[in-house]
């Protein structure tokens, strides 16, 4: 039983840029939510993806964007990237009806320069 | 709003010797408590849990017991090994619009030396 997977696993952008992260959820869950936790920090989160659409979101500018493909998986975008965007992501999916048991994958880590 | 504060860290310890990591939430009513732990180049994994009021959550030796008097949910382990290095999250959890999200602490460092 495939658990949470993320790619890629490190990731080297320049200010300004864009980035998309990519997550595949554990096998039958249909839920995927995104969270950053920068470093020597809690994770934040981002927002939380069911049915291809965005159901709750964090504190985080709309430079930070979503989308949920039909098959569960998902992709982070952040456009403008600035070094305060440096950070692990980490894509942790669940079943809707239990969505706050939450199974995480390994992260991406960003670094912006 | 909801929130989680854990104690600061660094925390080292001797292999054998008894762990605490204090951990005290505020919220709105009673939320489910959680202990996630992050090895070093890896992502969170839920340790154990609780989801009212004077449960008790256990795996590998860790416990935490929820304590809606003192709105605390320390975790305790009796004799830590080496291997239980890594960084401890208390988290709870956060109903809003129908969807739900975790709130974390910002983690606290545990080395154990042998």
């Known amino acids: 039983d495939a658990g949470v997977t993320q790619s890629p696993t490190h990731l080297i952008k320049t200010r300004g840029q864009q980035v998309t992260l990519r997550c595949s959820p554990k096998?039958?869950?249909?839920?995927v939510s995104w969270y950053q936790q920068a470093l020597g920090q809690g994770p934040q989160f981002i927002f939380q993806?069911?049915?291809?659409?965005?159901?709750q979101r964090g504190n985080f500018p709309d430079r930070f964007s979503g989308h949920q493909f039909p098959n569960y998986s998902s992709e982070l975008n952040v456009n403008a990237l600035l070094l305060g965007d440096s950070a692990l992501y980490l894509c942790?999916?669940?079943?809707?009806?239990?969505?706050?048991?939450?199974?995480f994958g390994p992260g991406t880590r960003l670094t912006v320069t | 709003g909801n929130s989680v504060t854990q104690m600061e860290g660094p925390v080292t310890l001797s292999e054998e010797a008894f762990l605490t990591i204090n951990c005290t939430y505020t919220a709105t009513g009673y939320p489910s408590l959680f202990w996630y732990v992050q090895y070093p180049g890896e992502g969170l994994q839920l340790l154990l849990k609780?989801?009212?009021?004077?449960d008790k959550g256990s795996n590998k030796g860790f416990e935490a017991t929820y304590r809606k008097e003192t709105t605390s949910f320390h975790l305790e382990k009796g004799s830590v090994q080496v291997s239980d290095s890594a960084v401890y999250f208390c988290a709870l959890r956060h109903t809003q619009g129908g969807s739900e999200k975790l709130v974390f602490g910002k983690g606290t460092k545990l080395t154990v030396n042998p």
């Open positions: 096998s039958g869950h249909d839920t």
């Open positions: 609780a989801t009212k009021a004077d």
């Open positions: 993806y069911y049915e291809e659409e965005e159901r």
């Open positions: 942790a999916s669940s079943l809707e009806r239990f969505s706050y048991e939450q199974y």
